[in-house]
C-alpha cells in the first residue's frame, strides 16, 4: 500500500515538473514520496 502511495506521488510529482505548475507543492510530493518509500523498505513487507 505505501509503495503504491509512493509511486503516485512520485508520478503527480513528474506531470508537475513537466507542465511547471504548483511551485513548491510539487517537490513537497517528491519528499514525501521518498519518504513513504523509505518508510516501506526499513519496515518491509509484513502484512497486517
Not at 11 to 37: D, K, R, Y
Request: proline residues 0%.
Amino acid at each position: 500500500m505505501l509503495l503504491w502511495i509512493a509511486i503516485i506521488l512520485a508520478v503527480l510529482w513528474l506531470l508537475g515538473l513537466l507542465t511547471s505548475i504548483g511551485g513548491g507543492f510539487i517537490h513537497l510530493l517528491l519528499v514525501i514520496a521518498v519518504i513513504v518509500l523509505i518508510v516501506h523498505l526499513v519496515t518491509g513487507r509484513s502484512r497486517v
